[in-house]
């Protein structure tokens, strides 16, 4: 007898819903599952619902990975990779760089997988998958051609399934730095130690649309390794980047450099301070981009967090000239668009600024969401333009 986890109808309506986390609440017993084994899942009267990768720590006990009676197996696993990647060959991405695998949104819940050049950077974020890597390894390998496989299993979520944080080469050679092209972009990328898995792949289609409407003088904020800034630096007079970690200062300077962008300056600073300090000063900008990092990492931390996103946007919108653009983006899951919206619709009135938005915007098409699992929806990027 296969491992079989039996869930509530609570579990099963979930399921019904379309979202695949059954939590500890709603699973009635596991029998003969190891920590990451795949178990069948069963719901009233022993009905057969799917398989599941079974979790012994998290919370989040079962990620339902199939409906009804399908076998899963190494071709099962190929069929997903597959249609994963299929898929993002179709978006034909003007880039060497972008995410293969979404998780949940992939039907490959808690698996990350991104492509810079030839090298694929994975991500395994539950037990099951964790104990998946050498099956979906070579297949990967197979798929892609990929010459190195660097696992970053270094996110802290990691630790409420009870697995190590750990950074290793899977397949292949990962070498330090691995070049890669983002629209007219050329970066040089750590997989190793770059936040993520090296670069903010989800930015790719907005900083594309800011560069619609970008112009003269632009303040790129929480610019990590200048993401947005490098890539309106064609169409602006100048760029001032400003990020608070060292490191990914001298990789804005370095990759500007490679690009020969001379109008690109780059300063080590707390954002925060800085805009106080530029108001102070009566700077004005054209274009201001502000990409945080998650302010609301959690549901009790949502209050501060928008206390901290509309200090920003107001004094943004303050140091904007008439005309100018905001380009301003959340990334914290717990805060969703309607409460991201209302943020900025307060700091348009606390700094007397009438505000239009000009688009409203998510993440990349390759972090695709998931109708019904909201976790998949976590990047939202709003171009507003200032009017007087
Ligand atoms: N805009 C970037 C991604 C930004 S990620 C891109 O397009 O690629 C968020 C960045 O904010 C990180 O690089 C982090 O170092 C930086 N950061 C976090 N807190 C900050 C603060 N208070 N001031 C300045 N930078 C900060």
Redesign the pocket.
């Known amino acids: 007898m296969s491992a079989t986890a039996r869930i509530t109808a609570r579990g099963e309506d979930r399921l019904r819903a379309g979202h695949p986390w059954i939590y500890r609440s709603d699973v009635r017993d596991v029998t003969g599952g190891s920590p990451g084994a795949i178990v069948r899942v069963t719901g009233a009267k022993d009905k057969p619902l799917g398989h599941a990768l079974f979790s012994d720590q998290s919370q989040i006990v079962l990620r339902v990975v199939s409906r009804g009676d399908a076998s899963v197996d190494g071709a099962f696993w190929r069929t997903r990779l597959e249609a994963a990647i299929r898929f993002r060959k179709a978006l034909e991405l003007d880039a060497t760089a972008f995410r293969l695998v979404h998780g949940e949104a992939d039907l490959l819940p808690s698996l990350i997988v991104d492509r810079y050049a030839d090298v694929l950077v994975v991500q395994a974020l539950s037990q099951g998958m964790d104990r998946l890597l050498p099956t979906l390894v070579p297949i990967l390998v197979d798929l892609t051609g990929a010459t190195g496989v660097l696992a970053r299993n270094d996110p802290k979520v990691r630790l409420l399934e009870g697995l190590e944080q750990k950074v290793e080469v899977l397949f292949g050679s990962v070498p330090p730095t691995v070049a890669v092209r983002e629209g007219p972009v050329a970066y040089d990328v750590d997989p190793w130690h770059g ?1 993520k898995t090296g ?2 792949l989800d ?1 790719r289609e907005n ?1 594309d649309a800011a560069a619609r409407y970008a112009r003269g003088r632009v303040l ?6 200048g ?2 800034g490098l890539r309106l630096a064609g169409v602006a007079s100048e760029v001032d980047a ?4 060292a490191d ?1 200062v001298a990789r804005i300077a370095h990759n500007a450099a490679r690009n020969g962008l001379a109008n690109v300056k780059a300063r080590e ?4 301070d800085e805009l106080r300090h530029l108001e102070r000063e009566n700077a004005r900008f054209d274009t201001i ?1 502000l ?3 998650a302010f609301a990492k959690n549901k009790a931390a949502v209050p501060k967090a928008l206390a901290g996103y509309k200090e920003i946007n107001l004094r943004a919108l303050r140091l904007l000239n008439p005309g100018g653009y905001l380009v301003t983006c959340s990334c914290s899951y717990n805060v969703d668009e309607a409460m991201f919206g209302q943020v900025l619709y307060e700091a348009s009135v606390d700094s007397h600024t009438p505000v239009t938005v000009v688009e409203k915007r998510m993440q990349g098409r390759d972090h695709p969401v998931l109708l019904g699992v909201p976790e998949t929806y976590y990047l939202k990027c709003f171009i507003l333009r200032k009017l007087a």
């Open positions: 936040q670069l903010f930015q900083r790129d904020c929480f610019s990590y390794n993401g947005f400003l990020d608070s970690s990914a600073a707390n954002v925060f981009v990409d945080p990092p």
